[in-house]
């Protein structure tokens, strides 16, 4: 695939990562939100969500359960396109936090947190 391709496409597969991100049980939905508001994970640049502190047992499962269906998604997009899943993992992972609401953390390039 060119590169004008990739970067015609990036768009719209960070779109359709988000979607099917978001895409997740309310139930599910309402403890992410939690625990991004208390502070308990993150978003990572990788497009997946990392403990800020150390977690409990119930958030660590949310964790592996919200990244499991992440790397899921971020692979169906990957091989439906041809493109590697890093590239669908990087540009989601950047999508996601711009859009994240002020107060939540996210992790910058060098692995550090930082508040919205």
Known sequence: MTNRKIRILLPLLAFLAVFSILHTSPAQANQLDDAKRSGLVGETPRGYI???????????????????????????????????????????????????????????SGGNWKRK
Do not use: C, H, M, W
């Open 50 to 108: 990392a403990p800020v502190k150390a977690p409990s047992a119930s958030t660590t499962r949310l964790i592996n359960d919200i990244n499991s269906r992440r790397r899921a998604a971020y692979n169906n997009i990957a091989k439906k396109n041809g493109i590697p899943v890093q590239q669908v993992e990087a540009l989601t992972g950047k999508r996601i936090i711009e859009r994240s609401p002020a107060g939540t953390y996210f992790q910058d």
